[in-house]
């Protein structure tokens, strides 16, 4: 067994935000007081209480425009950079199981900016009053009892797909096989390296800066799984110096 | 920041651990937070229903504690043929039509010309509106139209909404609303 992934088809998704309330629902997290920023996007980025959040970009290209929807949570690395980090014993888990990365409430004694720093993707966020660090815990706790996450249950496209790595792999490498006749530039983001697979119809650039691993940096194609690790290794020690 | 040896050395002797033995090295297993706890039957009842917003009539499941008599999940019913489990952003929030701090806690009134509306006790209201209702219907009536064909209808009342019904009392409310003769009917649902 090689745990679960998600595999999420960026170009099935019309930006509901269904995922995005339904992850609030079963937390029972509080709404976020936000003002008009002129995009659709809202909260205009993660938050301790936000922990998934469809992001809204607009790109013009050959004069037309392309709406790029990114549901952006924690990827649940397979190698967690974040756990490496950590200082305090019990602070992160990294479920045997399922391969979840899950933070309990033993966050709050970590150093926070290293934590932040070694996420490739810039997902943890701090609670400014009690210092606990929240992210998404995959649902584990549904997971225990035979439910999907709540995101990949409210899921109305079929965007949103979870299940065992091997499974999840297969249907991603299928879905890049399909989407590719009409979209040339559709690639898989990090696949070997994460547990939540996102399919890009363009460059993963014009969806959001950290949708791939220090993708401003990284060129996207000919590169080998070593490569990419060593990339990702790469990232964490630059942010670090 | 300069360069934490000991730090960097930790970092890659946890990943090569992860990838030798999968994780395995792990001790802990305990979730932080445990929510799926409340879905037994020892601690809520679960019931179905169907979403109250728009007119494709998803399925939902409701897990209502049984100390508190108040919902405490609800979510899109994997087994129901129009959603299949899923939901959209409003169906998704649908816990909060009945769980909101925001809600009114009772019947608010506003006199005519009057600018703020004061909280008035249901008996009073309901009285006050089982009274106008009367009032207008009777003086509104007609028997016939102005070809002397029979309709039995009043144009003085219209109905609109609720927004927060479902099928079933959608379809009692509507019978009583004919029932009183009203002819303009309409709900949110058609959206």
Known sequence: MNGKSFFVDLTKCTACRGCQVACKQWKKLPAEETVNTGTHQNPPD??????????????????????????????????????????VEGSMIHDP???????????????????????????????????????????????????????????????????????MMDLAEKALATVQKKFPEAELVDPYETRVIYLTAYPAQEYYEYLMADAAQTPRKGLTRKQLFAKLGGAAARMRS | ????????????????????????????????????????????KQTTTICCYCAVGCGLIVNTSLKTKKAVNVEGDPDHPVNEGSLCAKGASIYQLA???????????????????????????LEQIAHRVKKSRDETFAVKNDKGQTVNRTEGIASLGSAALDNEECWAFQTMLRSLGLVYIEHQARI
């Open chain 1, 46 to 87: 993660l938050s301790y209480n936000t922990i998934r959040l469809v992001r809204f970009k607009e790109e013009v290209v050959d004069k037309k425009i392309r709406w790029n929807f990114f549901p952006e949570q924690c990827r649940h690395c397979v190698d967690p950079p974040c756990v490496g980090y950590s200082e």
């Open chain 2, 1 to 44: 920041m300069t360069v934490n040896r000991r730090r960097f050395l930790k970092l890659s002797a946890t990943a090569a651990a992860m990838t030798a033995f999968g994780g395995l090295g792990c001790q802990h297993t305990a979730p932080a937070v445990d929510r799926a706890t409340m879905l037994k039957p020892e601690w809520t």
């Open chain 1, 97 to 167: 199981d399922t391969g979840a990365v899950v933070y309990t409430e033993l966050t709050k004694q970590e150093n926070y900016e290293d934590i932040l720093s070694s996420c490739p993707y810039n997902i943890p966020r701090v609670d400014p009053e009690t210092g606990v660090i929240s992210k998404c815990d995959m649902c584990i706790d549904r997971l225990r009892i035979g439910l999907r996450p709540a995101c990949v249950t409210s899921c109305p496209t079929g965007t949103m797909n979870f299940g065992d790595r091997e499974e």
């Open chain 2, 99 to 125: 769980e909101n701090e925001r809600r009114p806690e009772g019947p608010l009134y506003r006199a005519p010309f009057s600018k703020e509306f004061k909280q008035v006790s249901w008996k009073w209201a």
